[in-house]
């Protein structure tokens, strides 16, 4: 039977770059329909940390390149209760497993650029994009182009890599899904601005609220602030911000800057069960969203592009179909690890600084003190930042 493909993939985020990537350089072909113009995908901000994990990944394709060269290593981790500054060794405890800052903005221009110089097909501006025949052999996706004509790809899979608000969970039958969703009652006002990056990943318990600060290069830092139910974070005067960062931080020194970007982040978790129907497999926020404690999102997206890229590999080149089988409960089982994870540590921070619940700020308090008491709780925590196994199986051979 003809095709045009062998994979469609929509979306070119972390997840759809990524899993082309993986693809292309195991010699499996694939077409990628992104929605949006280059300049748009790849000046998105949002991620920050790619974890060892994913760093691992990125090597098996020979893209170590792409996350490391220059970017600052993730060293200690500061927690600054009420002003007090407490270090944990992250990747000492994990056993030497360094996690990487590495703008999400700067590892999708650079998996874009690889894949383009690679001769990999990414087709921008792809509008109306909508998949038939799932559950058939022979999908078909069909599109609008950058000039408005009407196309049509036929393939073997569907790669749903198009985010939450995508069209690939949407396409799948009513039913045919099980989701959760959570909201986790906290609020973030985050602000990026040119303020020297802090020497360690700082993370703040305050009685005034939450606050943290992340380098986003040597000249600039991205701030996030708990803001209380009923506030509008977006009315707060830029020197507003300033102040609360200061209390929060316990800094009366800290230089306020031009704050050149503002979020406001309500956390919510999500995840869809099973991620695949018929020949259509979600992927990254397709299927699963997590919150930011823990920066495990981008780095979900990287390794359920693996895992796909693994079995479609091995389904195509070798006939062995257990990968795409199992695809979906091996991402899950890493996705719901690191929901409790995010949704735990999310507590501790928030609620070790809430005066209005005493017990549960106690409680909060000594999860945390117990982090840089006990080398076994910091090096389990540890283990998770720096990420855990994504399969024990192995990469099938080249041939
Ligand atoms: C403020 C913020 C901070 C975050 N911080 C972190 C962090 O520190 N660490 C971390 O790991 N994660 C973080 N995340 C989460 C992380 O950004 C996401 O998990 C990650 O972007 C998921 O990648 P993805 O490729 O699955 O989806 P997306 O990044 O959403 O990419 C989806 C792509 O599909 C395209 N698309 C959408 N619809 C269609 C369509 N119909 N047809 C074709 N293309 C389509 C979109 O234009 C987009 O390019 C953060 C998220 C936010 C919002």
């Given at each position: 039977m003809s095709r045009d493909t062998t994979v469609v993939v929509i979306g070119a985020g972390p997840a759809g770059?990524?899993?082309?990537?993986?693809?292309?350089?195991?010699?499996?072909?694939?077409?990628?329909?992104?929605?949006?113009?280059?300049?748009?995908?790849?000046?998105?901000?949002?991620?920050?940390?790619?974890?060892?994990?994913?760093e691992q990944i990125f090597g098996e394709f020979g893209l170590a390149g792409l996350v490391g060269g220059g970017a600052p290593l993730e060293t200690f981790l500061e927690i600054r209760v009420e002003g007090v500054p407490r270090l944990i060794d992250g990747p000492g405890l994990a056993g030497g497993r360094p996690s990487r800052l590495v703008p999400q903005q700067l590892l999708v221009r650079r998996l874009i650029g690889a894949y383009l110089e690679d001769g990999g097909d990414l087709r921008f501006d792809a509008r109306d994009v909508t998949p038939h025949d799932l559950d058939g052999d022979r999908p078909r996706v069909t599109y609008r182009d950058a000039d408005g004509v009407e196309r049509e790809l036929t393939c073997s899979y569907v790669a749903g890599c198009d985010g939450f608000h995508g069209v690939s969970r949407r396409s799948i039958p009513e039913g045919a899904l099980t989701t959760y969703s959570f909201d986790h009652g906290i609020g973030w006002y985050t602000v990026l601005a040119d303020s020297p990056a802090p020497r360690y990943p700082l993370m703040a318990v305050s009685r005034h609220g939450f606050a943290a600060q992340f380098a986003r290069g040597p000249h600039a830092s991205r701030f996030y602030l708990q803001y209380r139910a009923g506030e509008d974070p977006r009315r707060w005067p830029d020197e507003f911000t300033w102040e609360q960062l200061r209390l929060r931080l316990g800094d009366d020194g800290l230089p306020g800057g031009a704050i050149t970007g503002r979020e406001v982040v309500d956390m919510r978790s999500f995840v869809a069960e099973p991620m695949s129907y018929g020949k259509m497999f979600l992927v990254g926020d397709a299927a699963h969203i997590i919150t930011p404690m823990g920066a495990k999102g981008m780095n979900?997206?990287?390794?359920?592009?693996?895992?796909?890229?693994?079995?479609?590999?091995?389904?195509?080149?070798?006939?062995?179909?257990?990968?795409?089988?199992?695809?979906?409960?091996?991402?899950?089982?890493?996705?719901?690890?690191?929901?409790?994870?995010?949704?735990?540590?999310?507590?501790?921070?928030?609620?070790?600084?809430?005066?209005?619940?005493?017990?549960?700020?106690?409680?909060?308090?000594?999860?945390?003190?117990?982090?840089?008491?006990?080398?076994?709780?910091?090096?389990?925590?540890?283990?998770?930042?720096?990420?855990?196994?994504?399969?024990?199986?192995?990469?099938?051979?080249?041939?």
């Open positions: 770059v990524s899993l082309a990537n993986f693809l292309r350089r195991s010699g499996v072909d694939c077409v990628v329909l992104e929605a949006r113009d280059r300049e748009y995908v790849e000046g998105r901000q949002r991620a920050g940390v790619i974890d060892h994990r994913a979900l997206a990287v390794a359920d592009a693996y895992l796909l890229a693994r079995a479609i590999v091995a389904a195509e080149r070798d006939g062995d179909r257990s990968g795409l089988a199992g695809y979906s409960e091996a991402c899950l089982r890493r996705t719901w690890d690191y929901q409790e994870f995010s949704r735990w540590y999310a507590e501790m921070v928030h609620e070790a600084g809430d005066e209005s619940e005493p017990f549960r700020r106690r409680l909060a308090l000594a999860r945390l003190d117990r982090l840089f008491r006990s080398p076994t709780a910091g090096a389990a925590f540890a283990d998770l930042m720096a990420g855990t196994e994504v399969s024990p199986g192995r990469w099938p051979a080249p041939r």
